[in-house]
């Protein structure tokens, strides 16, 4: 039980254009999900922390205007890469609470995005 | 701020050859402490939960113990496939259940 799938597992897009990237809990209801940035050999970053109806919550430095995240749904959270450029490139991988009062995340399986 | 230090950043192990791989932290009230194992290219995937100092979890030849300020995951006669990125990571008390994870330990277990 408590699975988490991203669409796509990969992809490849040039620079200017934007890319969605969707985070569904299969099996649960998330009360929260996040999202992360991953750069080879470093550890997760948080990237912002999305709640079900409300506004996310976006991380210091983190540009709100251009990783626009909608939690549409309790299954459902998206990222959308706006004007991706190069520098964008990297693993993007969400998590989804069960509860919260466990405090557990439940990972996707990443998102690997190249901007050409 | 809450802030994670794993150590050693890479270990090589042979079969059979027991080891340890340490977390330390600060953070303003800990709500959780969590391992989490990562293959290249995947997510993270759960491991243990630790909640108080002095608590113990368990699984297979894993075993991650918690103190105040460190936390240690002990591997037991390794397999090859227990080679992977191991994650540690801390939540506070009001945090709204957010994880800072540390940078990990790449672990390489040789036949």
């Known amino acids: 039980g408590a699975v988490v799938s991203q669409h796509p597992s990969w992809v490849i897009c040039k620079s200017g254009t934007s890319v969605k990237i969707e985070c569904r809990s299969l099996?649960?209801?998330?009360?929260?999900m996040f999202w992360y940035r991953q750069f080879p050999k470093q550890s997760l970053m948080l990237m912002a922390t999305?709640?079900?109806?409300?506004?996310?919550?976006?991380e210091q430095g983190v540009e709100k205007d251009k990783f626009l995240i909608n939690h549409a749904s309790l299954t459902l959270s998206t990222l959308t890469v706006t004007s991706a450029h190069p520098e964008d490139s990297s693993f993007y991988i969400c998590s989804a609470t069960l509860t919260v009062t466990s405090g557990r995340q439940y990972f996707g399986p990443g998102t690997r995005l190249t901007v050409l | 701020e809450d802030q994670v230090t794993q150590s050693p950043e890479a270990l090589r192990l042979q079969e059979g050859e027991s080891s340890s791989l340490n977390c330390s932290y600060t953070?303003?009230?800990?709500?959780?402490l969590f391992w989490y194992r990562q293959d290249p290219g995947k997510g993270p995937e759960f491991l243990f939960t630790l909640y108080s100092a002095g608590e113990e979890k368990e699984k297979e030849r894993l075993k991650a113990t918690l103190t105040k300020k460190e936390s240690f995951l002990h591997i037991t006669a390794p397999k090859p496939e227990d080679s992977a990125t191991y994650l540690c990571?801390?939540?506070?008390?009001?945090?709204?259940?957010?994880?800072?994870f540390g940078k990990g330990t790449l672990l390489t277990v040789n036949p």
């Open positions: 999305s709640n079900e109806g409300s506004k996310a919550t976006y």
């Open positions: 099996d649960f209801q998330a009360t929260t």
């Open positions: 953070v303003s009230g800990l709500r959780g």
């Open positions: 990571a801390v939540q506070d008390g009001g945090s709204n259940y957010k994880l800072t």
